[in-house]
Nanobody
Framework: QVQLVDSGGGLVQAGDSLTLSCAAS????????FAWFRQAPRPERSFVAS????????YYADSVKGRFTISRDNAENTVYLHMMSLKPEDTAVYYC?????????????????WGQGTQVTVSS
């Protein structure tokens, strides 16, 4: 199992950048595939980005492609989401998630491990 702690959220202005972190504890961090999801005021938690075991492959939602970058440091057991050119519609609670099932999965129910979430608010 792996335990995830999300951090790095905050209040920023449109156009700013922000980096979220997901610190993992537990065994075999490098065996997990990780992703970021977000949940705005509407109830659905939506896929943002995912990364494979080595960090060599990343997958993005169309809405963030070119602005967000997911990365991981297997030596530090940490996953990052670097967000640039933030927009008010990026406002949401961001969650880190982990799975051992499938690289590139965008389905919430395929991720068994979740962080507690970190709030990102982008003002216009």
């Amino acid at each position: 199992q792996v335990q995830l702690v999300d951090s790095g959220g905050g209040l920023v202005q449109a156009g700013d950048s922000l980096t979220l972190s997901c610190a993992a504890s537990g065994r075999a961090f490098s065996r997990y595939i990780f992703a970021w999801f977000r949940q705005a005021p509407r109830p659905e938690r939506s896929f943002v980005a995912s990364i494979n075991w080595s960090g060599g492959n990343q997958y993005y939602a169309d809405s963030v492609k070119g602005r967000f970058t997911i990365s991981r440091d297997n030596a530090e057991n940490t996953v990052y989401l670097h967000m640039m050119s933030l927009k008010p519609e990026d406002t949401a609670v961001y969650y880190c998630a982990g799975t051992t099932l499938r690289v590139g999965s965008r389905l919430r129910n395929e991720y068994a491990y979740w962080g507690q979430g970190t709030q990102v608010t982008v003002s216009s």
